[in-house]
């Protein structure tokens, strides 16, 4: 397997006010093409910087980061938006569904961006949910949901563009223990039936034992490469 | 169109408030419709193709002012005066003072220039032979259930009868017709009574008319002609001023009140209301989705669609509410006329009222969602999905 993500020389400076904070020191970083990787670290280590900046949510201050070859600290804020909307998948701790949506309308959201009609667009957030194993609640809103199964529709909703890469952060963090493994499990099938690559930001040791390789993080600094 | 479903589930997050929102909009476009429509019907009084070849001639200095009946005869003279009669206003109530009736003392030709009276030839005749006969509209006979052969008590605010009492008494002797009921309504609301027999009585005209009226051979003449009419009276103590009759109700409605002025006002301050209201509406449901539109623009959608959706939702309230609002002033409309007795002949909703209702509530959708629009577009999403 390639080389999927390349960070070179990576930094990040925050500006509150007149203060600028440092979260992220010089990081060298390659994952493969199809890994599993779990990032680890305290509160304020720099994980969930880091992650955004493999997403393309923010750009770094320093350094570069290629993803599939794709320099993105050289996108402008559009072409990221339409960078993410093609090649990323994004799953968050509290879920992030619209409330007002059934579990299809929601999965259904990255397809609005794509040229597929609404028949294309049910049919693929359909196999989605079928893929999660919610087949049978596309009609539910997020509120007749679990949280376990909030949390599926999410993942539903992140790979129904079929993106390369997924990113989480903490996507267990509000479950309980059977539905976080659940959820854990969707994401190793996932990884390991069909190639994506996933990169997990956790607190938990459990979750990180589903990941191929889990890295820490101190002070904005890799400190430790594991393999699982 | 393919976001149409997300933005209207985001108009409906929370019910309660749109709805309440919307019923806020509904009164204010149903307030611009009814109000618009007092408008036109004000713009439309004495628009009419007959109006057009009609002059009007009043004293210089004040509506109120007689004029000599002797002018009839000069007026008569001017080149291109075709046909001139006069009337003057009586100013009757009837049983109460607050049943104003528009009733004119009119000279025996008086009908013969308003074609757009309609009147049975026998009433004609028997009005013709009747000193204390009277023709009324037939929305003011049907107001107070009056009929042919009623002798009809009418309290004049202005002028005693020769006993000194201000308590006259005519005979209903036949019914008015408008034949244009758009522009024409106004004379089925008519009660005309004979000048000769007012001025005889009354101790207070002797031999003056209100205003007279001339009827012009050829209507690209008129301004010459009113000039003329004008001539005729200059340097006297009785000066003239001739205008076509659409000025002359324009210059009436002006004394009575502005109401282009007034509707305006009325109008500004419930637009201006609306958007304080339907503004804070939509910044409240902006900033508590701040977390979801961070996710569609996490999933790829760009600043400008997120722009986009917000305006249109803004936009979609005010449409909804608003077509709502002006579609139930059309219904209501013509039960207001008919309610009111004929006194208001209201035209309904039209096209050019739809077409400004439809421009205010764009421009006022635009307006209120133009913050809330702009700050959704510049969130940060990292910023936005930790909270901050």
Known sequence: MGTLIELRNLSKVYERGRQKVEVLHHIDLDIAEGDFLAMMGPSGSGKTTLLNLIGGLDSPSGGSIAVAGQRLDQLGAGALARWRAAHVGFVFQFYNLMPMLSAQRNVELPLLLTRLNGAQRRKNAGIALQLVGLGDRAAHKPGELSGGQQQRVAIARAIVSDPALLVCDEPTGDLDRQSAEDVLGLLRTLNREHGKTIVMVTHDPKAAEYANHTLHLDKGTLVEQATA | ????????????????????????????????????????????????????????????????????????????????????????????????????????????????????????????????????????????????????????????????????????????????????????????????????????????????????????????????????????????????????????????????????????????????????????????????????????????????????????????LLLLGGVVGLGLAALLIPGVSAGSGGMLNLPTVGASSWLLGLALMVAVGLLVGALPAWRAMRLNIVDALAGR
């Open chain 2, 1 to 316: 169109m393919k976001y149409l479903h997300l933005i209207w589930a985001a108009l409906f997050r929370r019910k309660a408030r749109t709805v309440l929102t919307l019923v806020s909009i509904v009164a204010a476009f149903l307030l611009f419709g009814m109000l618009d429509a007092v408008r036109t019907s004000f713009d439309q009084a004495g628009q009419s193709a007959n109006g057009a070849q009609r002059l009007q001639t009043g004293s210089k200095l004040s509506f109120i002012q007689p004029l000599p009946q002797s002018l009839e005869a000069q007026i008569a003279q001017v080149p291109g005066v075709k046909q001139v009669t006069y009337a003057n206003w009586f100013g009757g109530a009837y049983q109460d003072p607050h049943n104003q009736v528009f009733s004119f003392a009119v000279a025996p030709n008086y009908i013969d220039l308003y074609p757009e009276i309609a009147v049975d030839p026998a009433a004609r005749k028997a009005f013709d032979a009747s000193r204390t006969g009277a023709l009324v509209g037939e929305t003011l006979a049907r107001r107070f259930h009056w009929k042919v052969g009623d002798k009809i008590p009418l309290q004049s605010t202005i002028f005693p009868n020769r006993e000194g009492s201000k308590n006259w008494s005519f005979d209903i002797v036949g019914i008015l017709h408008s034949t244009d009921k758009k522009t024409g309504g106004f004379y089925d609301q008519l009660f005309l009574l004979h000048w000769k027999y007012f001025d005889e009585t009354t101790p207070y005209n002797r031999g003056q008319v209100g205003w007279y009226v001339s009827r012009v051979a050829d209507v690209n003449q008129a301004d010459r002609v009113a000039r003329a009419i004008d001539a005729l009276s200059a340097n006297s103590d009785h000066e003239t001023r001739t205008q076509t009759e659409q000025a002359t109700t324009a210059s009436w409605m002006k004394q009575l009140a502005d109401i282009g002025l007034i509707v305006g006002a009325i109008m500004g301050a419930v637009f201006f209301t609306l958007l304080l209201l339907s503004g804070n509406t939509m910044m409240q449901a902006v900033r508590e989705r701040t977390a979801e539109l961070a996710v569609l623009k996490t999933i790829g959608f760009s600043s400008r669609s997120v722009l986009a959706m917000v305006l249109a939702e803004s936009v979609l």
